[in-house]
């Protein structure tokens, strides 16, 4: 004998399949886990050391400051070139003959010349294209329309870590190749050197340090993918324009950051407002130094939003700065 199954059970049956195989399927829509933390690193005494920091990796590498007086840009399209002005290091141009004078430069009157730092503002504005007029003046050299190359034209005296003082001519950049060649000597014109820096292998790195010192190639930071904040001193500007050593944040110019003060530090909404892709978006002033009890207090109220190249967003805001005593620095981040 059949057994008869009642219509009832049936339709129960099939709905409950139905059920789970729809359940089955529902997209997984919990949001992942927000990640946060505190974090620190440090600088060590009198901020000798810069370090490159990741939100995702926290430190990358801790590089000793004061190692390089000078730094090429190694991208091809690309003029800048830095001084190590938070070692100390200062550049004037000759204002009394072009490079055929390179024979009798001296620092006679170098209390007038105007010297010339990093912007603050653009990476590729570095301190030797400080009097660049637009193309095809870019400062310490013209651009050659039918090499592409370009060609110095100035001469410079540079103020090194040591306080001595060298003459110098960046010669040309050979673009294509993205190769530099320049002089330098000692003001007599003696321990002269005629450099040729090949930088088409180090295009992972943004910047190539050299030292006029020791007449060596200088590695100072990872590559360039692999870090988002450089903690370190550099020249700033004052509201009057003139210069201020400080020790800050710079960011890598793949990074944008926005700044909210007054606000909660609980504070989350990072839509309003534009994002600021300027090489010091966060810079320096988030702590000020308190006269009467001669230490540092991070100003209250202050969250910084910084998006990384790869669009993930994380919330900073600091917490402590030891001063030039031990150079620690304490902040807490949260991914957005």
Known sequence: ???????????????????????????????????????????????????????????????????????????????????????GVVLYTYPYADTTGWAVIDTAGISMMKPLYNDPSDWENGAFSRNAKGHPDYGWGVYNDVTHNLIGDSIYIIKLRDKSFRKLWIVKKLSSLSTYVFRYANLDGTDEHTVTEDLSSLGATDFSGYSLMTHERISFEPVKSAWDLCFTKYMSVQNDGSPYLVTGVLSNDSVKTKKFYPVALTYSDYGPGTWDSTRSSIGWDWKKFDMNTYTYKVVDSTVYFVRQVKGNVYKLYFTGFGGSTNGNIKFEIEKK
Do not use: H
């Open 1 to 87: 004998m059949k057994k008869i199954i009642p219509l009832a059970l049936i339709a129960i049956y099939s709905f409950s399949i139905v059920s789970c195989k729809k359940d089955d399927q529902t997209p997984d829509v919990t949001p992942p886990p927000v990640v946060k933390r505190s974090d620190s690193l440090s600088l060590s005494a009198n901020y000798v050391n810069e370090v490159y920091y990741s939100f995702t990796n926290g430190v990358v590498q801790t590089s000793p400051r004061s190692t390089w007086d000078i730094a090429f840009r190694t991208m091809k399209r690309s003029s800048s070139i830095l001084i190590n002005d938070g070692a």
